[in-house]
């Protein structure tokens, strides 16, 4: 079980996660929307693919942060 900390840049918790669970999953379960976010892990930004790749297949192996930062749009009028 790993323990990860999981939310966007205004909101976080520490969650207990299975190792095998993919990053979506326990993105999708904290209710964490990822569409319109640019999500890291461990401060890392993630490629393609990765939101499928299992905390272990992205080496994790104890603690790790998993955060989206939302996307603003800028509301600058010229």
């Known amino acids: ?34 569409s319109a976010a640019q999500t890291s892990l461990d401060g890392c930004v993630l490629q393609p693919g990765d939101l499928d790749k299992t905390f272990t297949e992205m080496g994790i192996t104890s603690t790790c942060y998993l955060v989206s930062v939302q996307k603003m749009d800028n509301a600058l009028t010229v």
């Open 1 to 34: 079980m790993l323990n990860v900390t999981v939310g966007t840049n205004t909101s976080r918790n520490t969650v207990p996660t299975p190792e095998d669970y993919t990053l979506r999953q326990c993105l999708e379960e904290n209710g964490v929307n990822y």
